[in-house]
């Protein structure tokens, strides 16, 4: 079973940065596509980006292309998501999840991932 741990979230100003961990209780995150979604309150849980498990290719969300940036080093079993300019509206749950079989066409698929960490709170506030 590949559990997942988000961590990194937090409370920044409008035009603040955060980078996200997600990190893999098992060696073989290398095999397995990730995607970070996020959820707001009241709403539906929406992709934010995803990455390839060779990660040669990412997929945006496109409130976020620009913004944001997935990035995974498989020998620390870790993908990070850098999210920078951030606004008040980026204020969610953030999750990440795994799959070794995601179709990488539709990647920002909630439907698409096994393996789901808990999630991580990030607030843009003044």
């Known amino acids: 079973q590949l559990q997942l741990v988000e961590s990194g979230g937090g409370l920044v100003q409008p035009g603040g940065s955060l980078r996200l961990s997600c990190a893999a209780s098992r060696r073989i995150l290398a095999n397995y596509a990730i995607g970070w979604f996020r959820q707001a309150p009241g709403k539906e849980r929406e992709g934010v980006v995803c990455?390839?498990?060779?990660?040669?290719?990412?997929g945006y969300g496109d409130s976020m292309k620009g913004r944001f940036t997935i990035s995974r080093d498989n020998a620390k079993n870790t993908v990070y998501l850098q999210m920078n300019s951030l606004k008040p509206e980026d204020t969610a749950v953030y999750y990440c999840?795994?799959?070794?079989?995601?179709?990488?066409?539709?990647?920002?698929?909630?439907?698409?991932?096994?393996?789901w960490g808990q999630g991580t709170q990030v607030t843009v506030s003044s």
């Open positions: 999840a795994a799959d070794p079989f995601t179709d990488q066409n539709m990647c920002l698929m909630t439907y698409e991932y096994s393996y």
């Open positions: 990455i390839s498990s060779s990660g040669h290719s990412t």
